[in-house]
């Protein structure tokens, strides 16, 4: 035998259904929120990778050039070009 449901009875059920479909959505909304999240701070991990391998070969670069900045004959050649330095007796010609 069914019974009826009373106003009560029916008061309760559309309260849990009313709240459960709350809960429902803030978890979905939240879900959503983190997952941009992520997403971003992965395509944020990528660019800071490559960055940080350009900012290693930059260093290994700069340690050569400390390197040979060291020996004083690539340093005497360096400061020629570079500079237009010259030694007694050289010719200097510029050419672009």
Known sequence: MRTKKTNRERFRLFL???????????????????????LANQKLEVELNQK??????????LNDEID?????SYLARYAKEKYMLSSEGDTIIKMK
């Not at 259904?17 to 999240?37: N, P």
């Not at 040979?68 to 004083?72: I, R, S, V």
């Open 52 to 61: 940080y391998e350009y900012l290693q070969d930059e260093e290994e670069k």
């Open 16 to 38: 849990i259904a009313t709240t459960m479909i709350c809960l429902v959505g803030i978890l979905v909304v939240s879900v959503y929120s983190d997952w941009k999240k992520i």
């Open 68 to 72: 040979k900045l060291g020996d004083d």
